[in-house]
T-cell receptor, first 114, second 110 residues
Framework: ETGVTQSPTHLIKTRGQQVTLRCSSQ?????VSWYQQALGQGPQFIFQ???????GRGNFPPRFSGLQFPNYSSELNVNALELDDSALYLC?????????????FGPGTRLTVL | DAKTTQPNSMESNEEEPVHLPCNHS???????IHWYRQLPSQGPEYVIH???SNVNNRMASLAIAEDRKSSTLILHRATLRDAAVYYC???????????FGAGTRLFVKA
């Protein structure tokens, strides 16, 4: 059984640019959640996708957007990057659209915005 | 969303039991209590969850207070590999959002 994978591992961008991060969910999982983790803090929920639809969203502006594909992999897009967007971005997959179900996290993508 | 309070850090000796407390006094009657941990340079991993009664699995035990306003994660014999940040998370059945607090950083001494 393949676990959750994320790409790229690290990324450096400049302020104002756009970035796309990718996540492959675990086999049999139809739900992907994305989190932002600043240094020294707990992960902050961005949004969740269930069967290709956004299922819920945290307190993040619209320049954070996402997609989920028919194979349940997912993308996180961030437009107009700001310095504060520098963080570790985590995705987690689970079953059936509920965060109650055990979430399996990927290793994260470290984004640095200069 | 229920608020949680956990110690910022705790220290344990290897091979000794560790009791990690969590206060969740505003938890609703239908929220489960989930625990995740995050090892250095990794994403969080699920540890255990429960509703009212105590729970055991191969990783840990979860003791839930009778009034459900607090819980304790118990690692029976801490190892160096257990050094991590431990998060206590009230989780609504059918909810879509997971709210992580700051967690407790556990240090394990050899």
């Amino acid at each position: 059984e393949t676990g959750v994978t994320q790409s790229p591992t690290h990324l450096i961008k400049t302020r104002g640019q756009q970035v796309t991060l990718r996540c492959s969910s675990q086999s049999g999982h139809n739900t992907v959640s994305w989190y932002q983790q600043a240094l020294g803090q707990g992960p902050q929920f961005i949004f969740q996708y269930y069967r290709e639809e956004e299922n819920g969203r945290g307190n993040f502006p619209p320049r954070f957007s996402g997609l989920q594909f028919p194979n349940y992999s997912s993308e996180l897009n961030v437009n107009a990057l700001e310095l504060d967007d520098s963080a570790l971005y985590l995705c987690a997959s689970s079953r059936d659209g509920s965060s109650y179900n055990e979430q399996f996290f990927g290793p994260g993508t470290r984004l640095t915005v200069l | 969303d229920a608020k949680t309070t956990q110690p910022n850090s705790m220290e344990s000796n290897e091979e000794e039991p560790v009791h990690l407390p969590c206060n969740h006094s505003t938890i609703s009657g239908t929220d489960y209590i989930h625990w995740y941990r995050q090892l250095p340079s990794q994403g969080p991993e699920y540890v255990i969850h429960g509703l009212t009664s105590n729970v055991n699995n191969r990783m840990a035990s979860l003791a839930i207070a009778e009034d459900r306003k607090s819980s304790t994660l118990i690692l029976h014999r801490a190892t160096l590999r257990d050094a991590a940040v431990y998060y206590c998370i009230p989780q609504m059945t059918g909810g879509f959002k997971t709210i992580f607090g700051a967690g407790t950083r556990l240090f394990v001494k050899a």
